[in-house]
């Protein structure tokens, strides 16, 4: 059983930067895949990154794409993921999750058996 909890939401201008946090419980922390994921205002939950082991990174392929601005690193030491955000974009704003998991694609939200509660980012143009 793994309980996640992300930080460091908040509101910020284009161009500016956030680094979320998600600290984690449980022993088996390193052993599961990590991701993030936003959800916008009346759109579907989307992938944004996934981690799952130190240096094997995955980033969002869509139009927009976060790949270039986002970075997502993991401390298993610390039990904590984070995603370091530069250049937002208010295309940006959204509620941020971390997820964690035994996943196979990385990029599917249904893999994913541990949520966080999501924490609010807003970039306003």
């Known amino acids: 059983q793994v309980q996640l909890g992300e930080s460091g939401g908040g509101v910020v201008q284009a161009g500016g930067s956030l680094r979320l946090s998600c600290a984690a419980s449980g022993r088996t922390f390193s052993s599961y895949a990590t991701g993030w994921f936003r959800q916008a205002p009346g759109k579907e939950r989307e992938f944004v990154a996934a981690?799952?082991?130190?240096?094997?990174?995955?980033?969002?392929d869509y139009t927009g794409s976060v790949e270039g601005r986002f970075t997502i690193s993991r401390d298993d030491a610390k039990n904590t993921l984070y995603l370091q955000m530069n250049s937002l974009q208010p295309d940006d704003t959204a509620v941020y999750y971390c997820?964690?998991?035994?996943?196979?694609?990385?990029?599917?939200?249904?893999?994913?058996?541990?949520w966080g509660q999501g924490t609010q980012v807003t970039v306003s143009s």
């Open positions: 997820a964690a998991g035994r996943v196979a694609t990385m990029r599917s939200a249904d893999e994913y058996a541990y």
């Open positions: 981690i799952k082991r130190i240096g094997h990174t995955y980033y969002a």
